[in-house]
């Protein structure tokens, strides 16, 4: 029990320094820069932002909430967690729409890069239309699914395979629902003509 007790310490000891080396200290709200340090802030348009600084740009790990005055529209509310760089959305993070517009209650877990999603991500399609149960796990690029991914409907039908602009082009499966298969080139959202993907030959 003695040995059990000393190895879980060994254990948890690096982690909760590990944590601890990561805190930032709060910023000294009387100088005139923020520099890797951790504070609170609220501009005049109602953005809050809580998180890491650097250079009195938000930087590292932070929570941003859109703002509901000047022109901030129907985003109002929307939620940003996750990682920023000079000010910017970049890094994983987890974006909830939560303003009155039809994206409410959608969802994305991913990448960003310059403050819009590229890379790989995760969008849940939650809010009440058409598409809600949906959800798209694949490849984004400036805000679209863009590269391969796979698009799953509340139907149970799913697409695997190449999108361009938010729609399916390229090479693609759509699985109907009852399992039949339509393998093949599609542009536009559209199907084209029927050609399986080529597999490498073996020697």
Request: net charge positive; with cysteine.
């Amino acid at each position: 029990m003695k040995k059990l007790l000393v190895t879980l310490s060994i254990l948890i000891s690096p982690i909760c320094l590990a944590t601890y080396s990561w805190a930032l200290p709060n910023c000294n709200k009387q100088e005139n820069v923020w520099n890797n340090c951790y504070s609170v802030y609220t501009w005049k348009n109602g953005d809050y932002y809580e998180g890491d600084w650097k250079n009195n740009k938000m930087h590292g790990n932070g929570s941003f909430v859109v703002g509901n005055l000047g022109d901030q529209g129907t985003n109002a509310g929307d939620k940003f967690v996750g990682a920023f760089k000079n000010g910017k959305r970049n890094g994983f993070a987890t974006y909830y729409h939560l303003g009155d517009n039809k994206f409410k209650g959608d969802i994305y877990k991913g990448n960003y890069k310059e403050n819009k999603k590229n890379g790989y991500g995760t969008y849940y399609y939650l809010a009440n239309n058409s598409s809600k149960g949906d959800i798209y796990k694949g490849q984004f690029k400036d805000n679209l699914s863009h590269g391969k991914g796979t698009y799953s409907w509340a139907s149970g039908a799913k697409y695997i395979g190449e999108f361009k602009g938010d729609k399916r082009s390229g090479q693609g499966k759509y699985i109907f629902p009852n399992g039949k298969i339509k393998e093949g080139i599609w542009k536009d959202d559209k199907f084209l003509y029927s050609q399986k993907k080529s597999t490498p030959s073996s020697n």
